[in-house]
């Protein structure tokens, strides 16, 4: 059961763009001074809330803005393929540190810590939890489990490839799940973000496409390189 001010937080964000102001790593922008401000240009734009990785970035947000913001971090572990907040020491952290919601992995996968000891660190410090799943499994056992958040952020990073485009279909399949539904993951235009809306998504968090000009170039630059190279011949 919500408290009342949760509750509030999740109405806030009903329907809403939220954007991850995540660099890229090491980066020209990966500076927590430039994630601040990436974060207030994302907010002048109409953003509602903000999704932010690592201690530092989270500190410099939380100083220029009340917004909610989804934090987590991220870990390169040798001896399990779970990333996003795996430890209930980067729960604590985390709070400490200004977030609102805590984000963690709530995939099947082997893992230092149960999701279901996150969930009740999380708990502890009267904070919502954002369960990033990667399949219409993961997401029921996290509404289950009793996540306020089920997001379909880790859809497509499990396997060997990326999968292309974002996973409308997974949030058809979770849309009845009984939690605050979050679409997240190469949603990579307004019109994409509208049609999460469409199959079910209480709010989209939309990162690359806004806040990492690296990618975007990339998009632009690959297609002209392919219009160049079209039908075979050179233009
Ligand atoms: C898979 C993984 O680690 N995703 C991360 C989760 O926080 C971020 O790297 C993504 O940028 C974020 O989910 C937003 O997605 P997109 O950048 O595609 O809009």
Redesign the pocket.
């Given at each position: 059961m919500l408290n009342g001010w949760d509750f509030l937080v999740l109405e806030h964000l009903r329907h809403q763009l939220i954007v991850?102001c995540?660099p890229v790593q090491n980066g020209p922008l990966d500076h927590p001074e430039v994630v601040a401000a990436l974060s207030l240009a994302a907010l002048a734009g109409g953003a509602r809330a903000l999704?932010i990785?690592g201690l530092d970035n989270l500190a410099a947000v939380r100083a220029v803005t009340d917004v909610p913001i989804i934090g987590?971090i991220?870990h390169d572990l040798d001896d399990f393929p779970v990333?996003?907040t795996p430890f209930e020491e980067d729960v604590d952290a985390l709070v400490a540190a200004g977030a609102d919601i805590v984000?963690f992995d709530a995939t099947d996968r082997p893992r230092p810590v149960p999701v279901s000891a996150l969930l009740a660190r999380v708990r502890r410090h009267g904070k919502l939890a954002m369960a990033?799943c990667s399949n219409p499994a993961d997401g029921l056992a996290a509404a289950a489990l009793g996540c306020d958040i089920v997001g379909t952020?880790?859809s497509g990073?499990t396997g060997n490839s990326v999968a292309e485009g974002p996973d409308l279909d997974l949030l058809r399949e979770l849309r009845n799940c009984g939690r605050f539904l979050i679409a997240?993951?190469?949603?990579?235009s307004p019109a994409q973000a509208a049609q999460a809306i469409a199959a079910g998504a209480q709010a989209v968090?939309?990162?690359?496409?806004i806040t990492?000009p690296e990618?975007i170039t990339r998009w632009f630059a690959d297609q002209i390189a392919d219009a160049r190279f079209s039908g075979g011949k050179a233009l």
């Open positions: 991850s995540q999704r990785e987590l991220k990333r996003i984000a990033d952020t880790l990073y997240e993951g190469r949603y990579h968090v939309v990162g690359s496409a990492r990618h």
